[in-house]
């Protein structure tokens, strides 16, 4: 067995919402710990889907180059279709990129808390793993920490932006002014998984800065906002000559046919987005009026989760729990006095903060 794999553990992946209702015996579960979407799929999604089974069997190997999908992605974001990798979800983005890029004897920086999948896969190439801590109060990364991590060994820097769990934004023109102060050969990857819910700026993007710097790639999925976790879909853009070498380590046939549709189908209904996008700001915002009310501490979220802190671990337990006993599941165990909550659809959120206000009289 390979050294740097001894010591790690399996991703315990969500229990299916049906296993959960049955073992707590709890009729309708809510599933508010994966940041899916609580607004469910565009029906166009549904229709690609049956019209593709509908009119072929599944003998054929899929298109290996997800030629629709890719032309489609790069009339939308205005990129050469060269510059697009595009993988099983934005997991295996981040496992290429890790195999193409790092050895035992690098390293790779990221801001904690983060995305658990960036240090995962860094460890199973053996590599150092260099974490800067967000700032306790607003949860916003630290990039002059972050560059003061990067030495001779870092060949990657991840930002997760909007960040998971803490749900914070870096705006573009820091991202700039980072991008400025990094070696050229370190390669920096914005993963933008939750860029559409934000709604502070008209602008949130970091795209337009791939054209300045050549040293930087970016991700999106279509498992948020998009509604489409089960498909399993996630893209990069980067360099055509660095995506290159992470084309040739991708899996000669990676996505599925029905993914494909799928997902060509969901960037077609962008007035599902815009839906989306605008319920989940409503519900943010009174999330957040509920927690000032309750003098809870949590992160100014512009995704569609938000990051909340209890006065203690115990505490953050038994909330956690009171809500699963009613059907709403959350996400514990990132941060021992935290749980991060995906923003549910209005009458949820409600229920929600009722039984929260309960849980803390
Ligand atoms: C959910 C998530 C992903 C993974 O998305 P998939 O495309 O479903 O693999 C990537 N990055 C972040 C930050 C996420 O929260």
């Known amino acids: 067995m390979k050294e740097s794999i001894k010591q ?15 073992r707590l015996g709890v009729e309708r579960v809510v599933r508010l710990s994966a940041n899916e979407n609580p607004y469910g799929t565009s ?12 009119d072929h069997d599944s003998s054929q190997y899929p298109d ?41 004897k690098d390293s790779v920086v990221i801001s904690t808390p983060t995305f658990s999948e960036y240090a995962l896969n860094a460890q199973l190439e053996g590599a150092q793993i260099k974490a800067v801590p ?49 070696p050229k050969d370190v390669l920096v990857l914005i993963d933008e998984a939750y860029i559409e819910f934000v709604t502070s700026t008209d602008s949130a993007s970091a795209l337009p800065l791939l054209a300045e710097f050549g040293n930087m790639g970016l991700m999106r999925t279509f498992s948020k906002a998009y509604g489409l976790a089960n498909y399993r879909v996630g893209y990069l853009v980067l360099s055509p000559e660095l995506s290159n070498y992470v084309q040739a380590i991708r899996l000669p046939y990676n996505l ?12 077609q209904d ?8 605008a319920a989940n700001a409503v ?15 949590y992160y100014h979220s512009e995704a569609n989760f938000i990051f909340v802190e209890f006065p203690t671990a115990e505490k953050a337990q038994y909330v956690a729990d009171y809500w699963l006993q009613a059907g709403y599941q959350v996400r514990s165990g990132l941060s021992p006095k935290w749980l991060r909550i995906t923003i549910g659809q209005a009458d949820d959120c409600k229920k929600m903060q009722i039984l929260l206000k309960e849980c803390l009289v």
Request: aromatic share 6%.
């Open 256 to 267: 599925n046919s029905v993914s494909q549709v799928a997902a060509e189908a969901a960037l």
């Open 64 to 104: 290996g180059n997800a030629g629709s999908l890719r032309t489609a992605l790069a009339k939308h974001l205005n990129v050469p279709e060269s510059s697009l990798v595009i993988g099983v979800g934005l997991d295996e983005v981040i496992t290429m990129l890790s195999r193409a890029f790092l050895t035992a």
């Open 43 to 54: 029906p166009q999604v549904r229709e690609a889907v049956l019209k593709y089974v509908t």
């Open 8 to 22: 790690l553990k399996p991703y315990i992946p969500e229990e299916p919402v049906s296993a959960l209702q049955a």
């Open 270 to 277: 962008q007035a599902f987005i815009e839906r989306v996008v």
């Open 134 to 182: 967000c700032d306790a109060v607003t949860g916003a990364a630290n990039p002059d920490g972050m560059l003061a991590a990067i030495d001779d060994t870092t060949r990657l820097v991840w930002l997760c932006n909007p960040n998971n769990p803490t749900g914070t934004y870096c705006s573009v023109s820091a991202i700039r002014e980072f991008m400025r102060q990094v």
């Open 283 to 297: 519900e943010r915002r009174k999330w957040e009026a509920c927690l000032d009310e309750l003098k809870l501490h």
